[in-house]
């Protein structure tokens, strides 16, 4: 990982914290597959955190350009798929 993730210094600590573990998810999506329940548990808090689409996009693009790894993938795959499974890209 040579890579940073994206952050508002507007956060809190704990804001940063879920946030971080929300990429962390995606990265497990890419890497080696992530449970579905994980993955919507760590989006939905990623979601209060950053409640705007335009602000997800933001940091979400931010994440991609520097990773690689697409969080709208793997999320729109994770709702995609009805039933409980681990979700891989």
Do not use: H, L, M
């Given at each position: 990982m040579d890579y940073?993730?994206?952050?508002?210094?507007?956060?809190?600590?704990?804001?940063?914290?879920?946030?971080?573990?929300?990429?962390?998810?995606?990265e497990k999506a890419y890497e080696k597959g992530i449970s579905k329940g994980q993955l919507i548990s760590?989006?939905?808090?990623?979601?209060?955190?950053?409640p705007s689409k335009s602000e997800e996009k933001q940091v979400c693009g931010e994440f991609e350009e520097t990773s690689g790894y697409s969080a709208?993938?793997?999320?729109?795959?994770?709702?995609?798929?009805?039933?409980?499974?681990?979700?891989?890209m």
């Open positions: 940073q993730y994206p952050i508002s210094y507007e956060w809190s600590t704990d804001e940063i914290v879920g946030v971080i573990k929300f990429f962390e998810c995606i760590t989006y939905k808090r990623f979601k209060e955190i950053v709208y993938r793997v999320i729109k795959k994770a709702k995609e798929t009805n039933q409980e499974t681990i979700i891989k």
